[in-house]
């Protein structure tokens, strides 16, 4: 549980105020406020209205007494959904996120150290803010717009400075960049974009929307082929993983795999068209190698031997593609090898060593030789 010491510390940092400011308010030393702070004392009752009123809180507040957090955030809860279900948020009278960041706003004032709440009210004005502009369906006056958009970004700059949480700190971040774009403030929302992490294209999605708006499309396209690629090697793994554990199950889900290897397959070769680069060339081979195992499981040999034929087809096609456009000779000598290795992967997951069914078969060295062939 929180002390009295730490809330007073987050409050007056969250009124931007100094321990020397309240100590000359309050007409007592810098070392006393720091005790405070310290829990090695507390201020005397009758410091504890001017206290409070300085930091903008109630004395209750101030104690950590008179409330039920849990309690009053159900019934938060309970209020918003009953908004989203009898109003909208197409007019500016009655507006329901308007009404939301109202019902957000006394509940932070009565818990100014919930940043869950301070997040949502921050959220809640930006989307009464935008709807009206971009959305078009209504117009905040100046002055409104200003007050609002000053509040709702100093909730989002005391997440950000003194909540602990790394996650909330995150879509604090994300939600800042959002206003400085609504100001036109580029680059302080870039500044703001270059602090969030770069996991799962967080920080490249939000300079991507910055660019965006300010019509840099140079940089939003190098970003955006950045996020392609990224997301394209996810989709991959998430595709395999998938099609990996089907085939675990065992025979009865073999043709479920197969199915499954043929959807990675088709979504590699997709990619692959868009990008032609090794990468994508080899994934395009461990679908294909990965369904030909599941094959021999089930004693479909010809369809193996037939997926060794498309990895030997498709090992050519890379193979004259990349010879065509400038390709130097260790880059057509490491097609060759990668595709040497995908004739082996299609059935050493099944079959363990060669000299086995698949490698004695005539079809499965015609392969071998037409790519050592190539040149």
């Known amino acids: 549980m929180i002390t009295f010491g730490q809330r007073l510390k987050i409050l ?31 201020p005397d009752i009758s410091q504890l209205i001017p206290l409070s009123a300085l930091l903008g809180v ?3 507040c101030l104690l950590g007494v008179g409330g039920n957090e849990k309690e009053d955030r159900e019934k938060l809860l309970e209020q918003i959904n009953d908004l989203e279900n009898h109003y909208n948020c197409q007019n500016y009278e009655n507006n329901a996120d308007y009404m939301a960041y109202e019902l957000y706003r006394e509940y932070t004032k009565k818990y100014p150290l919930d940043y869950w709440g301070k997040y949502h009210c921050s959220q809640f004005i930006f989307d009464f803010l935008i709807n009206g502009r971009f959305g078009k369906k209504y117009t905040v006056p100046e002055d409104e717009e200003k007050s609002l958009l000053d509040e709702g970004m100093k909730l989002l700059q005391t997440i950000i400075s003194l909540d602990k949480d790394p996650e909330r ?31 799962f294209d967080l920080r ?41 554990r089907i085939s675990i199950f065992g025979n009865a889900r073999k043709q ?74 260790n880059d057509l000598e490491n097609i060759k090898a990668i595709a040497q290795r995908m004739f082996k992967r299609c059935y ?12 004695r078969d005539p079809r499965f060295r015609k392969c071998q030789e037409d790519i050592e062939a190539l040149n």
């Open 12 to 42: 007056r940092k969250e009124a931007s105020l100094t321990q020397g400011d309240l100590a000359e308010q309050l007409m007592v030393a810098v070392q006393t406020v720091s005790k405070w702070e310290c829990d090695t004392s507390m």
């Open 58 to 60: 109630t004395t209750d």
């Open 169 to 199: 700190q995150i879509h604090a971040k994300i939600l800042l960049t959002k206003y400085h774009i609504y100001k036109d403030e580029y680059t302080k929302a870039e500044t703001v974009a270059m602090e969030i992490p770069d996991i």
């Open 204 to 244: 490249k999605g939000q300079l991507l929307n910055i660019y965006d708006f300010k019509g840099d499309y140079e940089k939003c396209l190098s970003i955006a082929e950045d996020i392609s690629v990224s997301f394209g090697y996810a989709f991959f793994d998430s595709l395999y993983s998938r099609a990996r």
């Open 256 to 329: 479920e795999a197969i199915e499954a290897w043929r959807f990675l397959e088709e979504v590699s070769r997709a990619i692959y068209k868009q990008y032609r680069d090794v990468y994508r060339f080899e994934a395009v081979l461990i679908a294909i190698s990965s369904r030909s195992n599941d094959h021999i499981a089930i004693a479909e040999f010809d369809n193996s031997i037939k997926a060794v034929e498309e990895i030997r087809d498709f090992s050519i096609e890379h193979y004259n593609y990349v010879k065509e456009n400038g390709g130097t000779n």
């Open 348 to 359: 050493t997951c099944t079959l363990g060593e060669p000299d086995n069914v698949i490698d």
